[in-house]
């Protein structure tokens, strides 16, 4: 991917990361509509939609935020083929619904396609981290807080009165046990590793 | 994995291991794919509690800019759509609409006479946190709590909400709502001094509600000097100056 030449819409992502409210602002003017009407002819509403596009935009922004997401395809394509995927998966998990797919409206364009794939892995990642997050013990989420907010690990140990060497040990073994509540999940799977 | 690979992690990503070492970690990164795979885990982990805790206020804020910007967005496409086909969402917003202006006509006949207490003014507004996430059993119940004035129970609730997702900013303003009325003013005041002093859009409404924290414990000299704060494009600008002039 890094080869590949940035597509001019990564202001977009810029944009997101930065909080510019001009960008969030364009986002909603200029992608949000094909969204909404998609989802209003697929058995949603407004409303569906607003909560659609609202958490896609959270999650563009975590990936942006995090692991500085590179667009090389236009930002239109990559943000509705996320919606409408978010959107579908919706309709399958409330039964009764049926499902139907325009496909008029499907975008062909391969760089969008692994991109937007790439960003739902991302968003499912990141709802198993937290949730998981939440079964360590108490002593595991204060160590891992105060090591992500203070960043020196010296001063992480002081503020908790431990040694350095012991601070980092328990910092590793912290997210040794993530890692393991992670991998032995039932939801594992759709993480690709 | 044994507690030694996870030590390696941290010092592979710290950036501390010996050369020696380090050939060693590459190899068996190469050969032993469960290694491998559970440091990519654990790498992606620690990329993630970086995130989510370091740029906590950051999340934060940007939450709360795109709730307004979203909320701008839809609110006239909602109206469009009330005129056009009555739905059952759209009859929820009715009422809440109706609701509200019965809650500002209230407002306003009560607000003619007397000196001012808390009670003239914490009318608040119905919550909906439903719209936003029908899968989720707590955000109803929260919802439904504080609609009920159990503040109490929704407090239970917003605990639980904000366990999972620690930055969620309009379940932490209507948390620190349901503290004030259940007069729990300390707890109130450290978490709508922090939504204050934020750069979110629920910045100015936490300004008010500490005003009223406040006026609720008779300390009229504080509730003044908050209100002071409020500037004038806030939503509840009016109102505070009402109050301010009642206090002097």
């Not at chain 1, 500085?68 to 996320?82: G, I, M, S, V």
């Not at chain 2, 129970?153 to 709502?177: C, G, H, P, R, W």
Request: hydrophobic share 40%.
């Amino acid at each position: 991917m890094s080869d590949k030449k940035l597509h001019e819409d990564q202001k977009y992502i810029d944009g997101l990361a930065e909080n510019n409210a001009f960008i969030i602002q364009a986002i909603y003017d200029k992608f949000a509509p094909k969204v909404i009407n998609y989802i209003k002819q697929n058995s949603g509403d407004a409303y569906d939609a607003q909560d659609v596009i609202q958490e896609t935009i959270i999650t563009i922004y975590n990936q942006a935020k995090q692991k500085k997401l590179q667009l090389t395809c236009p930002f239109d394509a990559y943000f509705f083929l996320l919606c409408k995927r978010k959107w579908l998966n919706q309709l399958k998990k409330s039964k009764g619904k049926e499902v139907t797919i325009n496909e008029e409206v499907l975008s062909k364009d391969d760089d969008a396609q692994v991109l937007s794939f790439e960003t739902s892995i991302f968003e499912n990642k990141q709802a198993l981290f937290n949730e998981m997050f939440q079964q360590l013990g108490d002593a595991c989420k204060d160590l891992l807080k105060a090591t992500f907010k203070i960043k020196s690990m010296e001063e992480v140990a002081k503020s908790l009165d431990i040694t350095y060497a012991y601070a980092r040990k328990k910092k590793s073994l912290c997210i040794g046990q993530l890692t393991k509540l992670v991998k032995a999940s039932p939801k594992f799977n759709r993480l690709n590793y | 994995m044994e507690e030694q690979d996870y030590i390696q992690f941290e010092a592979y990503l710290v950036g501390d291991l010996s050369e020696e070492d380090l050939l060693a970690f590459n190899m068996r990164l190469e050969s032993d794919p469960e290694f491998n795979k559970s440091f990519e885990i654990y790498k992606d982990l620690t990329s993630n509690l970086e995130h989510q805790i370091a740029n906590e206020r950051e999340i934060f804020d940007f939450k709360a800019n795109l709730d307004v910007i979203s909320s701008q967005h839809f609110n006239a496409i909602h109206d469009e759509d009330l005129i056009i086909k009555p739905s059952p969402t759209s009859n929820f917003y009715k009422y809440a609409v109706a609701a509200s202006v019965v809650i500002l006509l209230g407002f306003f006949v009560f607000n003619q006479f007397g000196s001012p207490s808390y009670d003239d003014y914490n009318n608040f507004d119905a919550i909906s946190l439903t719209v936003r996430s029908a899968e989720d059993d707590s955000f109803s119940k929260a919802e439904q709590n504080f609609n009920s004035q159990n503040y109490d129970d929704a407090i239970v609730v917003f605990n639980t909400i904000l366990e999972a997702d620690f930055s969620n900013l309009e379940i932490q303003l209507y948390k620190s709502i349901a503290l004030v009325e259940t007069n729990q003013f300390e707890e109130a005041e450290v978490l709508l001094n922090k939504l204050s002093n934020g750069n979110s859009a629920y910045k100015n409404k936490a300004k008010w509600i500490l005003a009223l924290n406040y006026l609720k414990q008779n300390k009229e000299s504080e509730c003044i000097n908050v209100l002071k704060t409020i500037p004038q494009d806030a939503e509840d600008y009016k109102t505070a100056q009402e109050l301010m002039k009642k206090l002097d």
